[in-house]
């Protein structure tokens, strides 16, 4: 009887134990992920891209960084029903964005560099133009080493997917093989932060592209 009781007594012992070293295990990995190093980079021109990053800088806490243009877009320059606007210009200089040799210049490039260099996520955000990135996106990933991070895509449209903008911009990147570049997603107009919360919990699965 008293060998029984011993042994129930063991038992509820090791039970306790491995609960609390899978607390443990769990909490440290929760805790390495919370101290990723995430930046979130944006190019929004009416602002609705603007609104979906600082949705995810609330969830993640990461740096929200706007890519600016050095020469701003106005109003005038992304109305892409006038055949003589910037972007309609841009758009018709080639087939697509990939095989344009129009590259708007971005005025804090050397600030991007400097931190992505210090991140381990790297969020993208655009808005999708005739199906595709903005061109200063490829400006962007041309000129900036997204070696070894894991690289987030995500745009902003009324009615487009994200398609293949985010594969193309990924074949134009500077990557290496420890590159990690995720799917991502379309928001259709500014997304809640519910929306925005369940994604980025469920992008730690997603596949790559």
């Known amino acids: 009887m008293r060998r029984k009781r011993q042994f129930r007594l063991l038992s509820l012992f090791l039970v306790f134990a491995i609960a609390f070293a899978c607390a443990k295990t769990n909490g440290t990995a929760a805790e390495a992920e919370t101290k990723k190093n995430t930046v979130i980079l944006y190019f929004s021109a009416t602002g609705t891209t603007k609104g979906a990053a600082e949705r995810i800088k609330k969830n993640t806490k990461?740096?929200?960084?706007?890519?600016?243009?050095?020469?701003?877009?106005?109003?005038?320059?992304?109305?892409?029903?006038?055949?003589?606007?910037?972007?309609?210009?841009?758009?018709?200089?080639?087939?697509?964005?990939?095989?344009?040799?129009?590259r708007p210049e971005i005025r804090n490039l050397n600030a991007i560099k400097k931190a992505v260099k210090k991140a381990d996520?790297?969020?993208?955000g655009y808005p999708i133009w005739w199906g595709e990135a903005p061109h200063i996106l490829y400006?962007?990933?041309?000129?900036v080493s997204l070696k070894g991070k894991t690289?987030?895509?995500f745009c902003t449209s009324s009615s487009s997917g994200?398609?293949?903008?985010?594969?193309?911009?990924?074949?134009?990147?500077?990557?290496?093989?420890?590159?990690?570049?995720?799917?991502?997603?379309n928001f259709y107009g500014v997304p809640s932060q519910k929306t925005v919360d369940k994604w980025i919990k469920k992008s730690v699965t997603d596949q790559e592209l």
């Open 62 to 102: 990461g740096q929200l960084i706007e890519i600016k243009a050095a020469d701003p877009y106005t109003d005038e320059d992304i109305d892409w029903t006038d055949n003589n606007s910037r972007v309609t210009i841009e758009h018709e200089s080639a087939a697509s964005p990939a095989k344009s040799k129009v």
């Open 121 to 124: 996520v790297v969020y993208i």
């Open 139 to 143: 400006s962007l990933v041309e000129k």
């Open 151 to 153: 690289v987030v895509p």
């Open 162 to 185: 994200i398609g293949s903008s985010a594969k193309h911009l990924k074949k134009s990147a500077i990557i290496s093989g420890k590159t990690k570049w995720l799917k991502g997603r």
